[in-house]
């Protein structure tokens, strides 16, 4: 095939509506959302090979902020350049914060979503099964000898029962990938650049176009939080607001739940922006509405402007809390790929460095398992009480506290997305219908 190369060409109907699609059908966190991108752009439309897609992920995984946001970034910038970029990663978000938006405008002004949990009862397990077939496809492609087997095993008990941080078990990876490439690439080098089926090829990077991109990166990320501040003083909620989260985008490694703990911390106790207990609730709401999870920041935005006005109706406030909130959240992620794409993209064409590449992967698919085991546990009991045995984290579900309905909802789901070959939509409309019928009667 003829080789092409990353294109800046103009945006069309098909561009739009494959991102949409993306947008629609993230539900259900990081793994979810990677499942979804790799159904819609490598499978269904052949636009980026399996190679490409897994260097991006593997790159996308070393960063702080929404790694799933970053990969549809990464993504659309490989199709079709910065253009493409943005409009992946802006879609990719606009569902999110449109739904998220709604839900906080109605928690503040009637206190009620008691519906949002019947929703999120079907549409937890039905994620269940998104996270397995996501597994299972990754894997099946890159997992293809025992030692990536192996590592792919070691990475989900390094994460899983220890805890290790996302970047940690990546780079760890990565290093026992150049090493093992160096001494038996027989084994170590399981994907290559070269075996892309989609010939699209980087362009050699610019460092001055790299350069005018972090430049306009940091003006448009820190500029309106330095403007805030000189108008409103610092020390103003949306002072506060954009030197908070703009702080909290360079350490969210390993995603939102990484940082719940810390940031629930902050908002209720030094700034008082959220009672005790309203982050879960907004947790929640990110879970069952399509987006990264991490656009649980813009509920509590929402709510720490609408609580403290000022001369503004708590209405716009809180929406343009929620505003600066999601800016400052995401425009760094756009910021981290934008600039560096083009130089990791170049990396993938060095023979010494597949190694490294084949390794993350394999990590990676350890990774995605951890992230589904876990949140199949969390679903699909009431009660899970954690243990620790000689240093390792043990999840202990009480059975007696087993959700039957989310049982059988993950069956179904699992069903429907293996033997039925149904998209992730309808599987998640269909799983959130019965779950709100089933919290309605």
Same mark, same amino acid.
């Given at each position: ?20 699609? &993306? ?24 636009? +980026? ?50 739904? $998220? ?17 019947? $929703? ?30 192996? $590592? ?36 170590? &080098?399981? +994907? ?8 699209? &090829? ?15 990166? #940091? ?16 020390? @103003? ?32 106790? +030094? ?36 609580? @403290? ?10 929406? #343009? ?16 790929? #934008? ?28 990774? +995605? ?14 009660? &899970? ?38 998209? $992730? ?17």
């Amino acid at each position: 095939m003829t080789e092409t190369t990353v294109t800046s060409g103009r945006i069309d109907g098909e561009d739009v509506r494959a991102w949409s699609t &993306v947008a629609a059908n993230s539900f259900g966190g990081p793994a979810g959302q990677i499942a979804a991108m790799h159904d819609e752009i490598v499978e269904r439309r052949g636009w +980026v090979a399996e190679s490409s897609f897994l260097h991006a992920l593997n790159y996308c995984m070393l960063l702080p902020g929404p790694e799933a946001q970053q990969l549809a970034t990464y993504l659309g910038w490989l199709t079709r350049g910065i253009k493409g970029g943005l409009l992946a990663g802006g879609l990719f978000i606009l569902p999110g914060f449109v739904s $998220i938006l709604v839900l906080s405008v109605l928690d503040a002004g009637w206190g009620d979503v008691a519906w949002v949990e019947g $929703i999120f009862r079907g549409v937890g397990p039905a994620v269940v099964a998104i996270v397995a077939q996501a597994v299972l496809r990754i894997g099946r492609r890159t997992v293809k000898k025992s030692t990536m087997l192996s $590592i792919a095993a070691a990475s989900f008990v390094a994460i899983f029962f220890y805890e290790l941080p996302f970047p940690l078990i990546v780079l760890s990876a990565g290093l026992v990938g150049l090493a093992g490439a160096h001494y038996r690439p027989d084994v170590f &080098v399981t +994907v290559s650049a070269h075996d892309a089926p989609d010939g699209v &090829v980087a362009p050699p990077p610019r460092w001055s176009q790299t350069a005018l991109v972090i430049i306009a990166g #940091l003006a448009l990320w820190l500029g309106p939080v330095l403007i805030i501040g000189a108008v409103t003083g610092w020390g @103003s909620v949306w002072s506060d607001i954009g030197v908070f989260f703009s702080q909290a985008a360079v350490v969210t490694f390993g995603g939102a739940y990484s940082v719940l703990a810390y940031m629930a911390q902050q908002a209720v106790e +030094v700034y008082g922006w959220l009672e005790p207990g309203e982050m879960v609730d907004g947790l929640g709401l990110a879970e069952t509405t399509p987006g990264p999870l991490i656009q649980v920041t813009q509920f509590v935005g929402f709510l720490g402007a609408h609580r @403290s006005p000022g001369t503004l109706s708590p209405l716009v406030a809180g929406t #343009l809390g929620a505003v600066l909130t999601t800016w400052v959240t995401f425009v760094p992620s756009f910021l981290w790929i #934008l600039a560096g794409a083009p130089h990791v993209e170049r990396l993938k064409n060095r023979p010494t460095l597949s190694g490294a590449l084949s390794t993350i992967t394999a990590a990676v698919v350890g990774v +995605v398992l951890n992230l589904g085991v876990w949140f199949g546990v969390y679903t699909l009991f009431g009660e &899970v009480v954690e243990r620790e045995w000689l240093g390792a984290r043990l999840l202990s579900p009480t059975l007696a506290t087993v959700d039957w309905l989310g049982v059988a909802i993950a069956v179904g789901a699992v069903w429907a997305l293996f033997r039925a070959r149904w998209r $992730i939509l309808p599987v998640v409309v269909s799983a959130a219908a019965i779950g709100l019928l089933a919290g309605v009667l």
